[in-house]
DNA sequence: TTGTATGCGTTATCAC
DNA sequence: GTGATAACGCATACAA
């Protein structure tokens, strides 16, 4: 458990009889040495096990090769089996890959995670900031923008400090209700996400505005995305409203809530009640019956934030908005 | 948009009217820095937007105060909505928030990507290590360990090269499957996990091993873990064994697939066939049935590799083994 | 093509 | 209590 002094650029140098800029150019894989001393420096790096000081390395080029993906969430809703987080590092990771850029997942639920996460990025410990949703206004985006750090956010920051990358919320809602009007529902309910998030703000409000056109009064209740919250939802919109015949969830997990509530219910979906999710995640096609829900391109927008993110750290022309489409999938739940 | 060039120390000296030595001082909150300095200095820092430089830093500390979580499976895998790794990795979050240390998340799926996290770990760009389930034998832990870079592993690695944290598997398993006996069911079939990691390997023993001395023949399916797979693996069990009264999956989304496929195939769960899964992820209380299966505690599998981890990078004794306990959780599908 | 010298922004070891 | 000054390990402009 020697904790031996790892080899430095003079150590490979001096076993390779060479000095330290040689063996620097052909760590970094310059041409412009000769092939046998290309040899020599590589066979010292190997007999050494030497590994560059990523530290120093990033002093003097002011690089560091690594982005940082910040979930502004306790880790405990992130994974909660939501699948749009996990989506978006898919995307994300992908296209880092492509790359040959390293991924730093960082979570900033609590009050001091967020300050260790400002500490971090704003010591320029990556070379640009993705956010995966935005709780309220968080100043963080803005701060680093200021800095000089590229940054992205998925969802439009309430502050517009920065380019961000969206899906078509109001499209996708207003096909969904639209489904479901067409199908002769009367009273159409809706389990509404968090109303400090653009996701929830923005499928509320598609909702109220396409029942509003047709005639229709809204009901609603209000959940966080979870399952749990979806479950217990339902339980007041029923309470409330005993006679509703549909309900549209901003979450596919939420529908699943729901779906266990009216089962309890002993309501017949969709005979008895339409149901219709957000999301399109795996366990959409397994819930029982299978649900019919508004898919969003979750992995593409990691993809584009990313895109978006590379072209503004290499100086490129970028966009300040990407919208991604979205679409109603029909199963058999409604 | 200006790339403002950030201010050093040298900058908040200059401005605060004394050395970069005592706005080091304040800065690292050394008390031995007189009170109106101290205060001059902190106003300098606010004014100039001072954040120190964190390579700079690390390259004379030796220190990232960062520790890394590795994933050696691709993103695809480890997010799909399994429950077992966002639970370590909330575990994980969780101590390290206590401690003060950045948590680092890495994705290591592809030949490339485990090779930029073998740079980017071996570039000291963390103090230690954590990896969270291993494929095969890996060979990272162990040069991780012999570079002086602590180590942790989920799950015994094949090498032993580094100290692990794990479960119960075995007496887990055992429990189900007696479980099942006592019920009187006489054909019990299993779906295993993958094969090449020490899970798969572990529950598919403790199947075999309790079956085998109550006298009954193994039936086997193997699985990779996902629904589709353990929807899959039901179907081939269904095939070869149709008399088949019970199936122990080796996780809950195999279980959840498997369910699936027995509902599409007209057996009914638990009278025709019962189902018991293996992991307790919040899902399993929403499946329908829900499932009865065996918990392993997760999020402590996180924590308690954190606490091993941090112990083993200040220099505490530590302990090479971390065994913790599982439990049946009866529901209704067995 | 190769080597020398310098600087990146900190912290830490000294004197004062 | 405070200020010079020397590392830390690397990349690179410049000289040879």
Same mark, same amino acid.
């Given at each position: 458990?020697?904790?031996?002094? *790892?080899?430095?650029? #003079?150590?490979?140098?001096?076993?390779?009889?060479?000095?330290?800029?040689?063996?620097?150019?052909?760590?970094?894989?310059?041409?412009?040495?000769?092939?046998?001393?290309? #040899?020599?420096?590589?066979?010292?790096?190997? @007999?050494?096990? !030497?590994?560059?000081?990523?530290?120093?390395?990033?002093?003097?080029?002011?690089?560091?090769?690594?982005?940082?993906?910040?979930?502004? #969430?306790?880790?405990?809703?992130?994974?909660?089996?939501?699948?749009? $987080?996990?989506?978006?590092?898919?995307?994300?990771?992908?296209?880092?890959?492509?790359?040959?850029?390293?991924?730093?997942?960082?979570?900033?639920?609590?009050?001091? /995670?967020?300050?260790?996460?400002?500490? !971090?990025?704003?010591?320029?410990?990556?070379?640009?900031?993705? $956010?995966?949703?935005? +709780?309220?206004?968080?100043?963080?985006?803005?701060?680093?923008?200021?800095?000089?750090?590229?940054?992205?956010?998925?969802?439009?920051?309430?502050?517009?400090?920065?380019?961000?990358?969206?899906?078509? +919320?109001?499209?996708?809602?207003? =096909?969904?209700?639209?489904?479901?009007?067409?199908?002769?529902?009367?009273?159409?309910?809706?389990?509404?996400?968090?109303?400090?998030?653009?996701?929830?703000?923005?499928?509320?409000?598609?909702?109220?505005?396409?029942?509003?056109?047709?005639? +229709?009064?809204?009901?609603?209740?209000? &959940?966080?995305?979870? =399952?749990?919250?979806?479950?217990?939802?339902?339980?007041?919109?029923?309470?409330?409203? %005993?006679?509703?015949?549909?309900? $549209?969830?901003?979450?596919?997990?939420?529908?699943? &809530?729901?779906?266990?509530?009216?089962?309890?219910?002993? *309501?017949?979906?969709?005979?008895?009640?339409?149901?219709?999710?957000?999301?399109?995640?795996?366990?959409?096609?397994?819930?029982?019956?299978?649900?019919?829900?508004?898919?969003? %391109?979750?992995?593409?927008?990691?993809? @584009?934030?990313?895109?978006?993110?590379?072209?503004?750290?290499? /100086?490129? %022309?970028?966009?300040?908005?990407?919208?991604?489409?979205?679409?109603?999938?029909?199963?058999?739940?409604?």
């Amino acid at each position: 458990m020697t904790t031996a002094q *790892r080899p430095t650029l #003079e150590a490979v140098a001096r076993r390779a009889g060479v000095s330290r800029a040689t063996v620097s150019r052909v760590v970094n894989g310059s041409t412009t040495v000769a092939e046998e001393i290309q #040899e020599a420096v590589r066979r010292a790096v190997a @007999e050494l096990g !030497y590994v560059p000081n990523l530290a120093a390395r990033t002093l003097v080029t002011q690089r560091t090769d690594s982005i940082a993906l910040i979930m502004p #969430e306790a880790a405990t809703r992130v994974f909660s089996d939501d699948q749009v $987080f996990p989506g978006i590092i898919q995307g994300v990771s992908q296209e880092l890959e492509a790359a040959d850029k390293q991924l730093v997942l960082m979570l900033a639920g609590s009050a001091a /995670g967020h300050d260790r996460v400002e500490r !971090y990025t704003l010591g320029r410990h990556v070379d640009g900031v993705l $956010f995966a949703s935005l +709780h309220g206004a968080d100043p963080l985006p803005g701060t680093l923008a200021r800095a000089g750090i590229p940054a992205v956010c998925s969802g439009r920051p309430l502050d517009d400090s920065v380019p961000y990358v969206d899906v078509d +919320h109001l499209g996708g809602v207003s =096909r969904a209700v639209a489904y479901l009007l067409d199908a002769g529902r009367q009273r159409i309910a809706t389990i509404a996400g968090p109303q400090d998030m653009v996701a929830g703000i923005e499928r509320l409000a598609g909702y109220r505005d396409t029942l509003a056109a047709a005639g +229709h009064p809204p009901l609603v209740a209000v &959940g966080d995305f979870t =399952r749990e919250s979806g479950a217990a939802a339902m339980r007041q919109l029923l309470d409330r409203h %005993p006679d509703l015949d549909a309900v $549209f969830a901003a979450s596919d997990l939420m529908a699943h &809530g729901a779906l266990r509530t009216l089962r309890e219910a002993g *309501r017949r979906v969709p005979d008895d009640v339409a149901v219709i999710g957000f999301d399109d995640i795996e366990m959409a096609a397994y819930t029982d019956p299978p649900l019919t829900t508004v898919r969003q %391109p979750i992995k593409e927008i990691g993809r @584009e934030m990313t895109r978006l993110l590379l072209r503004m750290a290499t /100086g490129q %022309p970028f966009e300040q908005t990407v919208i991604l489409p979205t679409e109603l999938v029909i199963r058999e739940s409604a």
